[in-house]
């Protein structure tokens, strides 16, 4: 007995040694989330209904609770760009979903390649796509030029699951809302098979007549299930339940639409996550390797409801369960003390226009067209007729090639379009790109004038800027982000795992710090980052050689 007794200490001592050697080096996994559309709000509100993943990571996990964008233009492509490269769009150059090309003369979208093949999984093959108009590395992109960390990146959106990965991936995959159907593009290699195999075994249309019913105890819920301006997609009313059909009776355009704005939608990239962390064996190999997980769909779920909703209530209530899903199996496929996480969103959202009017706000919305036809006519009666507006898009005006030189050139002509445009009741400033190319407009005082210049990009950016006033917003939603307000800039940012110091952290931050920090986890140089590592919440110390 006493024989077996040592036997057994000394077994139990070797693991111990075993598992103190193994913790005392960098993660084996890197796991970013990004959650599309999570204002920072909701974390406050909804936290007590959380009891799985999302609540482990705030119990048990670092929570900067004071994170914001410092940028005015808070959109997808541009978080995700923000996130992932720890740069700002001035720099990483991707400050819009899309913007107007003036040498093609039309509307790109940020991932547009036409140099890569779009590579369909079943179906038909999309648009090539690629982080060609990147203009900095990526994390990724870092960890496997120093690492040789293998990358796997999803999402419902394909310039998501693009911007988290970068240049180069194992693994790159998205819906293409156009073609109803999952795709990547020769960019990344084209089809892989472990996708395939997943995306055959589970079929979307699988879902089709589920429906989707309240989460929680009616009771729970903080606001009406119905109130004004929601623009619920096709074949849905405002209530619950939602069910996932259409008027064809089968698979279609519009059960397509209603699955990616529900619970669904993010369930699938959950277990799509997991499968591709297994097949991939991340985590698993003598380097480092990355999983990033895009969830579009509280973004889709935000636009069409608002944040005020049930159904943005309700989605976060499931993501929860979702998450808790996904590191449950991260806990088996890799060893739960092996692994960090870091969780932000790309953005906020803005109330919806009608439900502020109700409390005494000044809201609405407005078309981008409006506002290039004030221009239009403002131009022409400094100037005489003509065509001077090429472009309007978002805060973007876009002048004919020449015509923009032709108003500096009589400066009371500019400023007569700038006063006309700034009279308007949506428009707080306007911005003429050479006071946002100022270099010292980064570091002005004015922080609207700093939050403008952040986001110009000036081969991209339109020759004037237009800031919304808080609460103003363009037409085709229920309402959207993209304004300099803290619902579109505040955000949550948390670290949980490996090397982590749980807590709440009140130090400002920004999602700009998040992938900074995991570098100086690992150990790697981001030379392009503006943001710097949150070393606050690390329990050792990291490497010096990540710039701040």
């Known amino acids: 007995?006493?024989?077996?007794?040592?036997?057994?200490?000394?077994?139990?001592?070797?693991?111990?040694?075993?598992?103190?050697?193994?913790?005392?080096?960098?993660?084996?996994?890197?796991?970013?989330?990004?959650?599309d559309q999570m204002r920072a709000d909701y974390v406050t509100r909804f936290r007590g209904e959380w009891s799985s993943g999302l609540r482990r990571l705030l119990t048990k996990g670092a929570w900067f609770s004071n994170a914001a964008y410092p940028y005015m233009l808070t959109f997808t492509c541009a978080g995700h760009a923000t996130v992932s490269t720890g740069a700002l769009p001035h720099r990483h150059g991707i400050m819009q979903n899309t913007w107007f090309d003036r040498q093609s003369g039309k509307i790109v979208r940020c991932s547009e390649d036409d140099r890569p093949a779009g590579v369909g999984y079943g179906g038909s093959n999309g648009e090539g796509d690629s982080a060609a108009r990147l203009l900095v590395p990526t994390f990724a992109d870092q960890m496997r030029r120093e690492k040789g960390a293998r990358v796997v990146t999803l999402s419902l959106k394909a310039r998501s699951a693009i911007?988290?990965?970068?240049?180069?991936?194992?693994?790159?995959?998205?819906?293409?809302?156009?073609?109803?159907?999952w795709q990547t593009s020769t960019a990344y290699g084209g089809a892989v098979a472990a996708v395939k195999a997943f995306v055959d075994a589970n079929p979307v249309e699988a879902d089709y007549g589920k429906p989707w019913?309240?989460?929680?105890?009616?009771g729970r819920y903080r606001y009406p299930d119905t109130l004004p301006g929601e623009m619920p997609p096709g074949g849905w009313s405002p209530v619950f339940p939602h069910v996932l059909t259409s008027r064809t009776g089968k698979p279609d355009a519009e059960f397509y639409t209603q699955w990616e704005r529900s619970p669904y939608g993010d369930e699938y990239l959950g277990r799509m996550a997991a499968a591709l962390a297994a097949s991939f064996e991340l985590g698993r190999h003598d380097t480092t390797d990355i999983l990033g997980v895009s969830f579009s769909s509280p973004d889709l779920v935000g636009h069409a409801f608002g944040p005020l909703s049930e159904e943005v209530q309700d989605m976060y209530a499931r993501l929860d369960r979702t998450i808790g899903t996904l590191l449950d199996r991260l806990d088996r496929l890799v060893g739960s003390d092996q692994y960090v996480v870091a969780l932000t969103s790309d953005h906020g959202v803005s109330g919806v226009p009608e439900q502020l009017k109700l409390?005494?706000?000044?809201?609405?919305?407005?078309n981008i067209r409006a506002l290039g036809e004030v221009v239009e006519r403002a131009a022409a009666e400094a100037l005489g007729p003509g065509k001077y507006v090429a472009n309007g898009n978002y805060n973007d005006v876009y002048f004919e090639p020449g015509m923009y030189e032709k108003l500096k050139a009589s400066p009371a002509a500019l400023n007569a379009v700038v006063a006309e445009l700034s009279k308007q009741p949506s428009v707080a400033r306007v911005f003429r790109r050479e006071e946002l190319y100022d270099p010292s407009a980064i570091g002005s005082t004015d922080q609207t004038l700093r939050a403008a210049a952040l986001s110009f990009v000036a081969e991209r950016s339109g020759d004037l800027v237009v800031a919304m006033k808080p609460g103003w917003m363009f037409t085709g939603l229920a309402t959207t982000h993209g304004s300099a307000t803290d619902d579109d800039q505040r955000v949550p940012i948390i670290f949980f795992g490996r090397g982590i110091k749980p807590g709440e952290y009140r130090e400002a931050a920004s999602p700009a710090d998040v992938t900074p920090t995991l570098a100086a986890i690992f150990g790697i140089t981001m030379p392009q980052a503006e943001g710097r590592p949150l070393r606050s919440a690390l329990a050792a110390p990291v490497s010096t050689a990540t710039r701040p």
């Open 1 to 35: 007995m006493r024989r077996a007794l040592i036997t057994i200490a000394v077994a139990a001592a070797l693991v111990s040694t075993t598992r103190a050697q193994t913790a005392s080096g960098p993660p084996k996994l890197a796991v970013l989330i990004v959650v």
């Open 359 to 366: 409390d005494g706000k000044n809201a609405g919305k407005l």
């Open 163 to 181: 911007m988290l990965a970068g240049q180069v991936a194992d693994a790159v995959t998205w819906r293409n809302e156009a073609l109803d159907g």
């Open 213 to 218: 019913i309240r989460t929680l105890p009616r």
